[in-house]
């Protein structure tokens, strides 16, 4: 339950911080799932149609994504044909 409303107050914020910025409101749509990341905002994605995914990365070690995976990996993967990656 306390993730669940971390994660609203998160999305909340975000969603403000878009509006400020000028985005419209009537475009956020902010949804909470839980499972692997990679595979939920896959199938989130897909199922809203998104034509751009925006995510953060952790530089980890080939053994580490070996063993932990890799959620912009899983997104590539699972989103072939409306994937932009832009990593630095």
Request: with cysteine; hydrophobic share 45%; glycine share 8%.
């Amino acid at each position: 339950m306390q993730t669940s409303v971390a994660g609203q107050k998160a999305l909340e914020e975000a969603a403000t911080g878009l509006i400020d910025m000028a985005s419209p409101s009537g475009k956020i749509t902010a949804v909470i799932h839980f499972g692997r990341p990679g595979t939920v905002l896959a199938e989130e994605a897909l199922a809203c149609q998104a034509t751009s995914i925006f995510i953060g990365r952790r530089d980890r070690s080939r053994l580490a994504q070996t063993f932990l995976g890799s959620v912009c990996l899983d997104i590539i993967q699972s989103c072939r044909e409306r994937t932009l990656v832009l990593a630095s």
